[in-house]
């Protein structure tokens, strides 16, 4: 809830409407909560909703539906018409698009362009190439001929999880969510998902979306509430959970394997990054830096895979400094529906009281502001929102906090380096180990450096152009396993092996 030190929530009769109420999803019905939380719009500080909070009544409620309902009709369905079904939610995700936009951008305030392009264009993409994926991943089958002349043929059938847990973050909601949902589906299990408090509505939306094309009631559930002594840990925890995906920070993380622990269950995790990027004095500077404009302020840096740490050879580093800074200045903050935003607020006041802490950090550090820095006064009603300065620093280095914890914002560090030997080791002295960029006209190079990357993905001369069907994922803090094409596949079912003598 916000502290006394952020600007209040305008109240609804101020702003001239009434705020929406959101429910819980249970078994197709709407469903009330134990109580109901506030969500404030990023963009002005406006009170939007009131979010039904589910309690442990709930959970139980949204387990149980999930239960019956993989035990019933949807469990025994077959895989060609599972992906029927997928592809049905991915055309009527097309249909009701603008609505989902209008959701994504309500909750988090981004450019309408963004919503539209990324977030909501993935969620009908991730439902597609699950469908083909699963209907084009075979079994692991042998035939087994021993040295005693016995032969037996082994295979290996893939049977569902059951009830998964599906626990998203706020900074790409459907993207993220339909990412879990449409593989966990596509293999037969049945979800309860807990959306982040912070964006509640485009689950929810998405919700009646899967009912109408056809997604029987139980199968797909939505909670809504917090994460520790709320919805979120109550799913964790429920003996009726057979899994658990999830996507955030590194901490919750942790939080969630201890609370899956007593009852060994398998968990997903798509955790925090740290991300570096290389620039090699033989790059293409203009591309480069174009790169690093996308890679460390899209989305306004809340992508796990954003740049906050940018390895630059001394020999190009003022003219990278220089042009980076030039692109962070050229950013237009505003609002969601104007053509000419290119960057929206941060999700949430609590979120850019962090990502300030970190500015303030930084300069204490010995940082030079080489771009923003601060809160801007951007007029029109928005200086409610939760609005930042794109910001870039110079000065600091490998020792210092900024440069070892994740902002999640609109920032990075500019670092030089005079070897490759030493650029692989700056990127790779880190505790996290998610995402890399190496910029670079020399392709052996390229190939040589982006495989020594301690990172689960490493991009060469573009950052984030995605292959559904490769594997998608971090190493340390960063997560546990992949996702994407049949590495989903695997997460969401367990195979059995069976062996037949010949
Ligand atoms: N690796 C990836 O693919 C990826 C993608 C997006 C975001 N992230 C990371 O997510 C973070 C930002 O998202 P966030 O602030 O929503 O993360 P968060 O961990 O605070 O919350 C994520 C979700 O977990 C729930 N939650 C929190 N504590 C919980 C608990 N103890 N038990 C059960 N559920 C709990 C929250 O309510 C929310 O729904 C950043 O660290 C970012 O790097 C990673
Ligand atoms: O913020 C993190 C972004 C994750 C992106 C994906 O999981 C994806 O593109 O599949």
Same mark, same amino acid.
Not at 62 to 78: H, I, K, Q, S
Not at 132 to 137: E, G, K, L, N, R
């Given at each position: 809830?916000?502290?006394?030190?952020?600007?209040?929530?305008?109240?609804?009769?101020?702003?001239?409407?009434?705020?929406?109420? #959101?429910?819980?999803?249970?078994?197709?019905? %709407?469903?009330?909560? #134990?109580?109901?939380? /506030?969500? $404030? &719009?990023? $963009?002005?500080?406006?009170? $939007?909703?009131?979010?039904?909070?589910?309690?442990?009544?709930?959970?139980?409620?949204?387990?149980?539906? /999930? %239960? /019956?309902?993989?035990?019933?009709?949807?469990? %025994?369905?077959?895989?060609?018409?599972?992906? %029927?079904?997928?592809?049905?939610?991915?055309?009527? #995700?097309?249909?009701?698009?603008?609505?989902?936009?209008?959701?994504?951008?309500?909750?988090t305030g981004k450019p309408e362009s963004l919503a539209r392009d990324l977030d909501v264009a993935r969620a009908a993409a991730n439902f597609r190439s699950f469908a083909?994926?699963?209907?084009?991943?075979?079994?692991?089958?042998?035939?087994?001929? @021993?040295?005693?002349?016995?032969r037996a043929l082994n295979y290996a059938v893939r049977k569902p999880l059951g009830v998964v847990a599906v626990i998203v973050p706020w900074n790409l909601p459907l993207l993220l969510l339909t990412w879990k949902l449409a593989p966990a589906l596509a293999t037969g299990n049945t979800v309860v998902i807990k959306p982040s408090e912070e964006t509640p509505s485009s689950a929810t939306l998405l919700a009646e979306i899967l009912a109408e094309a056809g997604v029987p009631a139980g199968v797909v559930n939505v909670v809504h509430g917090f994460g520790a002594g709320s919805a979120g840990e109550a799913l964790t925890t429920h003996p009726g959970i057979d899994g658990v995906t999830f996507t955030g920070e590194s901490s919750t993380g942790s939080a969630i394997m201890r609370a899956v622990a007593p009852r060994v269950r398998p968990v997903s995790f798509e955790l925090g990054g740290k991300n570096a990027a290389l620039v090699f004095a033989d790059a293409d500077l203009d591309a480069a830096v174009a790169g690093l404009a996308r890679s460390t302020y899209l989305n306004t840096g809340q992508v796990c895979l954003c740049t906050e740490r940018i390895y630059v050879e001394r020999s190009v580093f003022d003219d990278v400094a220089a042009g980076l800074a030039e692109h962070a200045g050229r950013l237009r903050l505003g609002r969601p529906e104007d053509p000419a935003t290119t960057t929206g607020p941060l999700i949430s006041q609590a979120h850019r009281q962090?990502?300030? &802490?970190?500015?303030? @950090?930084?300069?204490?550090?010995?940082?030079?502001?080489?771009?923003?820095?601060?809160?801007?006064?951007?007029?029109?009603?928005?200086?409610?929102?939760?609005? #930042?300065?794109p910001t870039l620093w110079t000065g600091l280095d490998n020792s210092h906090r900024t440069v070892r914890e994740e902002v999640f914002g609109p920032v990075a560090a500019l670092i030089p380096f005079d070897s490759e030997e030493e650029a692989i080791r700056l990127a790779n002295d880190t505790d996290y180990g998610l995402a890399a960029v190496t910029w670079t006209t020399d392709l052996t190079r390229g190939h040589r450096v982006a495989q020594q990357m301690r990172t689960g993905m490493s991009w060469v001369n573009t950052w984030y152009l995605r292959d559904l069907r490769s594997p998608f994922g971090g190493v340390g803090l960063s997560g546990i396993g992949r996702e994407g094409g049949h590495h989903s596949l695997e997460f969401y079912t367990e195979p059995t092996n069976v062996c037949v003598q010949l």
């Open positions: 809830m916000p502290s006394e030190t952020m600007t209040p929530p305008r109240p609804a009769a101020e702003q001239g409407r009434a705020p929406r109420a #959101i429910h819980n999803l249970i078994a197709g019905e %709407r469903v009330e909560g #134990i109580g109901s939380f /506030a969500k $404030i &719009s990023p $963009i002005d500080g406006t009170l $939007i909703a009131e979010v039904h909070e589910a309690g442990a009544e709930q959970v139980d409620r949204a387990v149980a539906a /999930a %239960r /019956a309902a993989f035990d019933g009709p949807w469990g %025994r369905m077959t895989v060609a018409e599972r992906a %029927r079904v997928l592809r049905g939610v991915a055309d009527a #995700i097309d249909r009701r698009a603008d609505e989902l936009v209008a959701a994504e951008v309500g909750d083909d994926t699963v209907s084009a991943t075979g079994l692991d089958s042998f035939l087994t001929e @021993l040295p005693d002349g016995r962090k990502v300030q &802490s970190y500015f303030d @950090l930084a300069v204490s550090e010995g940082a030079t502001v080489l771009a923003g820095g601060g809160v801007p006064t951007l007029g029109d009603g928005l200086d409610g929102g939760s609005w #930042i300065e």
